[in-house]
């Protein structure tokens, strides 16, 4: 039976709650804008280094036997697939093609049906690997400064994790984000959820932009406070260098495929509700045809997650994190049939047991020369409070 697909304008309203009850939901929610999916029509997994283009070669083909009504015609709208790309490519990459989904943008909302669908299975992915004890996080991030003050390396992103256990609602779960970092993007993609301040690449048209954050500090209740802690970090020369690398990745990779790249000289803060951090938005415009998804495998993974140089530092953090990433540090989000679409990093984010009855919390800090052991740490649990919040 051929795909059916059809969009139409609908009224605007609060997209979560449109959801259906005992679903697991596809949320991609940015300021009250976005993306709520339910139902499946198709999905696939794909795995290894070549992952981004047989995921986009796989969605060429299911464009191209889909019968198409779109009267919105608008990035979003007609055929829509949400991803979440694992960091590397031993672990297991999802997409999924929505049987229903409800976009809203600008005032603006519209609903996409996608036919035959079928109620949501569970997610393709595994199950959450057992906890292991692994090394001492501030004792890894001395061993790194060691490493990295013997040339081994320029910058390396090292990952710890915690789990929680109990009845984990979803829904609850993102009410709670979405309310608290309406600024983040939401995310709930095949049980990864959180909330990630960092937008690894939106395309629309031949327009691109990648926002990139790398130095963090907390934000206090305190005004005055916070603006000594922000002030502190863009003085800071670890922040700076940390944040240099990061940007220098990006710039990189999209000077492939663009043109005219907009990179500010000096980092802006980005004042989130718990913390504060270096951050640049880069912009750019396309040369060629080059589709959002192939554009988030070029970039990733940027040194804000990975490190300096990019195949040492992966080799380095395989090597010595101890730790099964899975889909967090990698990219998440949607795109649609023209290319068009969002990808985020999976950051402030969680790993949902298949039975909901587990979190695996994850959260990263990138080392450099200068970097203290037990500020590493401390910056770990700023970073793990958003989505221990949330949690309740």
């Not at 519209?110 to 996080?137: E, F, H, N």
């Not at 929680?164 to 995310?187: A, E, N, Q």
């Amino acid at each position: 039976m051929p795909v059916e697909v059809r969009t139409r304008l609908v009224d605007p309203t609060d997209l979560l709650d449109l959801l259906p009850a005992g679903t697991a939901p596809l949320t991609w929610l940015h300021e009250g804008d976005g993306l709520i999916a339910w139902d499946v029509a198709a999905t696939t997994t794909v795995r290894g280094p070549e992952r981004f283009a047989r995921a986009q070669r796989w969605w060429t083909r299911f464009c191209a036997d889909a019968h198409i009504d779109d009267a919105v015609l608008a990035p979003g709208t007609g055929p829509v697939a949400f991803a979440s790309f694992a960091f590397d490519g031993e672990a297991e990459s999802v997409i999924t093609v929505p049987g229903t989904i409800v976009g809203q943008r600008d005032g603006k909302a519209w609903i996409t049906t996608i036919s035959p669908s079928q109620p949501v299975p569970t997610p393709a992915v595994g199950p959450l690997p057992t906890p292991q004890s692994r090394p001492d996080y501030r004792d890894l991030v001395a061993a790194a400064v060691e490493d990295i003050s013997a040339g081994l390396l320029d910058k390396v992103v090292l990952a710890r994790s915690v789990s929680v256990s109990g009845d984990i609602d979803v829904l609850r779960t993102l009410r709670r984000l979405t309310s608290r970092y309406s600024d983040c993007w939401t995310f709930s993609v095949h049980g990864l959820i959180g909330a990630t301040p960092e937008l690894l690449v939106r395309r629309t048209g031949e327009q691109v932009m990648s926002r990139v954050l790398a130095g963090t500090v907390p934000r206090s209740k305190d005004d005055a406070e916070s603006g000594q802690l922000a002030s502190a970090m863009v003085a800071s020369d670890k922040a700076r260098e940390e944040h240099a690398y990061a940007v220098m990745s990006v710039a990189q990779a999209l000077g492939t495929h663009c043109t005219d790249l907009d990179v500010p000289t000096e980092p802006s803060v980005l004042r989130l509700a718990n913390v504060q951090h270096l951050a640049t938005d880069v912009h750019a415009m396309l040369v060629d045809d080059t589709s959002v998804v192939a554009i988030a495998g070029a970039l990733h993974p940027t040194a804000a997650v990975c490190g300096t140089p990019t195949e040492r530092a992966m080799q380095y953090i395989l090597a010595h994190e101890g730790l099964d990433r899975g889909r967090y540090a990698g990219p998440v989000g949607w795109f649609d049939a023209n290319g068009d679409g969002e990808f985020g990093i999976a950051l402030r984010c969680g790993q949902l047991s298949v039975d909901n009855s587990r979190i695996d919390l994850f959260a990263g800090c990138g080392i450099v020369a200068g970097s203290d052991p037990q500020s590493e740490f401390e910056e770990s649990e700023t970073k793990l409070a958003a989505m221990r919040w949330a949690l309740g």
